[in-house]
């Protein structure tokens, strides 16, 4: 019996201090808060394609989309290629702005859906056709940071343990002062 008021006594501890496990969102996360826009707008839209000769992210930032070019064989950029993207009635020439990394207008891709691109590469002797969708969800209001169990739920289990191990010792006392 001593070992169950222990274990009850030690949980009475150890689930609150779950509940504040994490302290302030001062390190980037957070906990049951809404998620700050500026955190959301780091993530921005991205897609990819690969082919025997080659790879490709694109990103979608800025109102531009940019296009990360790679070798598949050894992930080498892939410098001085003529990269074409297409994707409905939209067609442009990317223009290099590094070595591996290309730039069209990403203005008609600024309206939420599934956009299908057809990238065209042509680089020395290799050539190839790559397609992927960059996919535009529309903008969620209120997005909330989801954990399994919420907060109250926590202290709510807390302090039923507490209650729990109180009875168990109150019941104990009883128990104790009838046998004398």
């Known amino acids: 019996m001593k070992h169950i008021r222990t274990f009850i006594v030690s949980m009475a501890f150890l689930v609150p201090a779950l509940a504040c496990a994490g302290g302030d969102s001062s390190d980037g996360h957070t906990h049951g808060e809404a998620v700050p826009p500026e955190v959301i707008a780091e993530v921005a839209p991205r897609t990819s394609a690969q082919s025997e000769e080659f790879e490709l992210v694109a990103v979608l930032a800025d109102g531009k989309l940019t296009l990360y070019l790679d070798r598949y064989a050894d992930n080498a950029p892939v410098p001085d290629a003529e990269v074409e993207v297409e994707s409905g009635a939209f067609k442009a020439v990317a223009a290099q702005v590094a070595p591996g990394v290309y730039s069209v207008p990403g203005q008609v891709f600024?309206?939420?859906?599934?956009?299908?691109?057809?990238?065209?590469?042509?680089?020395?002797?290799?050539?190839?056709?790559?397609?992927?969708?960059?996919?535009?969800?529309?903008?969620?209001?209120?997005?909330?940071?989801?954990?399994?169990?919420?907060?109250?739920?926590?202290?709510?289990?807390?302090?039923?343990?507490?209650?729990?191990?109180?009875?168990?010792?109150?019941?104990?006392?009883?128990?104790?002062?009838?046998?004398?």
Do not use: F, M, Y
């Open 110 to 180: 600024a309206q939420p859906g599934r956009h299908l691109l057809t990238i065209s590469v042509q680089a020395g002797d290799a050539a190839d056709l790559l397609t992927a969708v960059l996919d535009l969800a529309p903008p969620a209001a209120g997005v909330e940071h989801a954990h399994g169990w919420g907060e109250w739920t926590v202290w709510g289990a807390s302090g039923v343990l507490l209650l729990a191990g109180a009875g168990l010792v109150a019941v104990r006392r009883r128990k104790k002062n009838r046998k004398h």
